[in-house]
């Protein structure tokens, strides 16, 4: 019996799975997202099936769909003893991985098998005649799998867990889970300069329903102490420790909330405790590298003895570094390794990494306009050029979105030219610059003022008349 691959096609496509949630490998690094969901498995027990799902998929992107077919087996098994009554309703993701998997194998047969099994099963289940209902499990699924797959994915991670929870609402994983979204949705926002909805309830409420689960507690203590509520995430983060003083993925938010406090020492010993569970992960390399960053700044200030600043310096560049290696995509580790390179004195390797970022063409705006902050700032304070700085935070106000990045760039620029014009009488450069920058954030009127003084004291400049004839045009 021939199976018609193209029919094959289309009931693949109406299934519900990692193959059919358009998660692109180019918006992840692959080996890392391996190894932390490796990692979760070890800790998160319960969870696993799902783990093993994503995993799956994972796989088939890194070409091996044997290692796949693997981790199906260990979703299925999983299933079978945790949820025996539950089969088909648990199975629904595995199932149509498996076909996806098999068609790409051209194991065609074996693939309409699944793709039967899961139509079958959406039948019993559903309400609905002609079987096409979404279950709660389904979309929470589809919710951890794009939240793994980083900010892009957020607002649509969000969404599948809101129609989780119109399903049930009292469920406590799914509660967990909308509100860890929301957190950093809301985290990944103010990155970009946005206001997100506010994650406090949906965190309180998912404390309530679920008082072990502590890394939302962790989470909620974060969220209180950006709301200057210090003490009450503090009892939070110690009842936390109480329970899971081993947990990688607690410590790591423990220790950030004390490094915000300003107890260095201490969110360091716990990274350290992290590290020796967790020793490849990213996230607590990179939260480290800060600590050092910081406390090489404190004893250059409080003027400790050279070799002990720089003994930190090499401690930040090493945790910096592992980052940058282990996740080519994150740009903000890689920016970190520069600023590191530059102040222990490390200038071409600074320039190296600087070069090599500006050289990318899969940057999002925000990290663009970071970017030319930061390599405006090196300019600035490191290769002791005002006028290159100038020129990349000028770059950055280019991109006209609004961003955290935008607004450092344009802070610094006025403040460069401001301190440049002290030192010697204002000169026709000095207003065209402040007219451009006053144009890149719209501010008309004060833009046609400055191009004027400089047209004033430059009166052949071209580039000045014909911005100001721009500005004047009627719109």
């Given at each position: 019996?021939?199976?018609?691959?193209?029919?094959?096609?289309?009931?693949?496509?109406?299934?519900?799975?990692?193959?059919?949630?358009?998660?692109?490998?180019?918006?992840?690094?692959?080996?890392?997202?391996?190894?932390?969901?490796?990692?979760?498995?070890?800790?998160?027990?319960?969870?696993?099936?799902?783990?093993?799902?994503?995993?799956?998929?994972?796989?088939?992107?890194?070409?091996?769909?044997?290692?796949?077919?693997?981790?199906?087996?260990?979703?299925?098994?999983?299933?079978?003893?945790?949820?025996?009554?539950?089969?088909?309703?648990?199975?629904?993701?595995?199932?149509?991985?498996?076909?996806?998997?098999?068609?790409?194998?051209?194991?065609?047969?074996?693939?309409?098998?699944?793709?039967?099994?899961?139509?079958?099963?959406?039948?019993?289940?559903?309400?609905?005649?002609?079987?096409?209902?979404?279950?709660?499990?389904?979309?929470?699924?589809?919710?951890?799998?794009?939240?793994?797959?980083?900010?892009?994915?957020?607002?649509?991670?969000?969404?599948?867990?809101?129609?989780?929870?119109?399903?049930?609402?009292?469920?406590?994983?799914?509660?967990?889970?909308?509100?860890?979204?929301?957190?950093?949705?809301?985290?990944?926002?103010?990155?970009?300069?946005?206001?997100?909805?506010?994650?406090?309830?949906?965190?309180?409420?998912?404390?309530?329903?679920?008082?072990?689960?502590?890394?939302?507690?962790?989470?909620?203590?974060?969220?209180?102490?950006?709301?200057?509520?210090?003490?009450?995430?503090?009892?939070?983060?110690?009842?936390?420790?109480?329970?899971?003083?081993?947990?990688?993925?607690?410590?790591?938010?423990?220790?950030?909330?004390?490094?915000?406090?300003?107890?260095?020492?201490?969110?360091?010993?716990?990274?350290?405790?992290?590290?020796?569970?967790?020793?490849?992960?990213?996230?607590?390399?990179?939260?480290?590298?800060?600590?050092?960053?910081?406390?090489?700044?404190?004893?250059?200030?409080?003027?400790?003895?050279?070799?002990?600043?720089?003994?930190?310096?090499?401690?930040?560049?090493?945790?910096?570094?592992?980052?940058?290696?282990?996740?080519?995509?994150?740009?903000?580790?890689?920016?970190?390794?520069?600023?590191?390179?530059?102040?222990?004195?490390?200038?071409?390797?600074?320039?190296?990494?600087?070069?090599?970022?500006?050289?990318?063409?899969?940057?999002?705006?925000h990290e663009k306009q970071e970017l030319y902050f930061n390599?405006?700032?090196?300019?600035?304070?490191?290769?002791?050029?005002?006028?290159?700085?100038?020129?990349?935070?000028?770059?950055?106000?280019?991109?006209?979105?609004?961003?955290?990045?935008?607004?450092?760039?344009?802070?610094?620029?006025?403040?460069?030219?401001?301190?440049?014009?002290?030192?010697?009488?204002?000169?026709?450069?000095?207003?065209?610059?402040?007219?451009?920058?006053?144009?890149?954030?719209?501010?008309?009127?004060?833009?046609?003022?400055?191009?004027?003084?400089?047209?004033?004291?430059?009166?052949?400049?071209?580039?000045?008349?014909?911005?100001?004839?721009?500005?004047?045009?009627?719109?």
């Open positions: 019996s021939t199976i018609s691959k193209d029919s094959l096609k289309t009931s693949l496509l109406q299934l519900q799975c990692h193959f059919t949630w358009t998660l692109l490998k180019e918006d992840v690094d692959l080996d890392n997202l391996e190894e932390t969901i490796v990692d979760h498995i070890k800790f998160f027990r319960e969870f696993n099936f799902t783990y093993y799902n994503l995993l799956s998929y994972i796989c088939h992107l890194k070409d091996s769909n044997e290692k796949a077919l693997r981790n199906l087996q260990k979703a299925e098994e999983i299933v079978q003893k945790h949820h025996p009554d539950e089969i088909a309703r648990r199975s629904l993701v595995t199932w149509g991985n498996y076909a996806w998997i098999y068609y790409h194998m051209k194991r065609y047969e074996e693939a309409q098998t699944y793709v039967s099994k899961v139509e079958n099963s959406c039948k019993k289940l559903s309400s609905t005649a002609d079987g096409k209902m979404q279950l709660p499990e389904v979309y929470a699924e589809q919710g951890w799998a794009l939240l793994s797959f980083g900010g892009k994915y957020f607002e649509r991670a969000k969404n599948c867990f809101e129609n989780a929870l119109k399903g049930e609402p009292n469920n406590p994983d799914f509660n967990a889970s909308y509100a860890t979204a929301l957190y950093r949705l809301e985290d990944f926002a103010s990155r970009c300069g946005k206001d997100a909805s506010p994650s406090i309830e949906a965190l309180k409420r998912a404390v309530e329903l679920n008082p072990e689960d502590t890394c939302v507690m962790a989470l909620l203590a974060l969220k209180l102490q950006d709301l200057k509520q210090v003490d009450e995430g503090e009892r939070y983060i110690e009842e936390a420790m109480q329970k899971t003083p081993d947990l990688p993925y607690f410590l790591r938010y423990a220790a950030k909330f004390y490094r915000r406090k300003g107890e260095l020492t201490k969110a360091m010993n716990i990274l350290e405790k992290a590290l020796a569970l967790t020793p490849n992960s990213s996230f607590l390399h990179h939260q480290l590298g800060i600590c050092y960053r910081i406390k090489a700044f404190i004893w250059k200030k409080k003027g400790n003895l050279q070799d002990q600043v720089e003994r930190l310096i090499e401690l930040a560049i090493s945790h910096f570094k592992f980052v940058a290696d282990q996740k080519p995509k994150f740009v903000a580790a890689h920016t970190a390794l520069a600023e590191m390179y530059a102040i222990g004195k490390k200038y071409e390797e600074a320039e190296k990494i600087f070069q090599e970022l500006l050289q990318r063409n899969n940057l999002t705006y390599y405006g700032n090196f300019q600035h304070c490191h290769m002791k050029s005002e006028s290159k700085a100038i020129e990349y935070y000028i770059e950055g106000l280019k991109i006209k979105e609004d961003s955290f990045g935008r607004n450092k760039c344009s802070g610094a620029v006025q403040s460069l030219l401001r301190q440049k014009s002290e030192r010697r009488s204002r000169d026709a450069t000095y207003f065209g610059t402040l007219g451009l920058i006053h144009k890149l954030n719209d501010q008309k009127q004060k833009a046609i003022e400055c191009y004027e003084k400089a047209i004033a004291l430059d009166h052949n400049n071209e580039e000045y008349q014909n911005a100001l004839r721009e500005l004047r045009l009627p719109i």
